[in-house]
């Protein structure tokens, strides 16, 4: 990452996809269904509160790690220019929609990624 700032580069970084073979909305369910929650499907990433607190904290972890090189938080560290918060986020109408369902009940998470979810919101209606 501090070689991107120093090439001029920004990083935009996913917090999550829908893919099985990297993670994402598939492992949460599982996660859950492995706590004994009763999931669906994948889509009760939207709404399952054990689901949510799981990518709660996973954000939480990211936003507040400090990089070893440069001493900053993840949060307030320039070269990320954005946070995607979930890649290609099948069945909502916008990145608006998976802010508010999943971490509008957040405050650290809401507040650190007010500005970088204005940018992408942009950027999704730009494309």
């Excluded at 994402?24 to 009763?38: I, K, T, V």
């Excluded at 929609?97 to 919101?121: F, P, W």
Aim: no cysteine; hydrophobic share 40%.
């Amino acid at each position: 990452m501090t070689l991107s700032l120093s090439n001029n580069i920004r990083l935009i970084l996913s917090l999550s996809n829908n893919y099985h073979d990297f993670g994402g909305r598939p492992q949460y369910a599982s996660w859950a269904r492995s706590a004994g929650a009763q999931i669906s499907g994948d889509d009760d990433f939207y709404t399952n509160q054990l689901i949510k607190g799981y990518y709660n904290n996973h954000v939480k972890t990211v936003l507040t790690r400090i990089n070893t090189i440069t001493k900053v938080a993840y949060k307030d560290d320039a070269i990320i220019m954005a946070w995607e918060l979930i890649l290609e986020h099948e069945g909502m109408e916008s990145y608006y929609d998976v802010y508010e369902i999943v971490l509008s009940q957040d405050v650290l998470a809401r507040n650190a990624l007010t500005q970088q979810s204005a940018k992408m919101t942009a950027l999704e209606h730009a494309i």
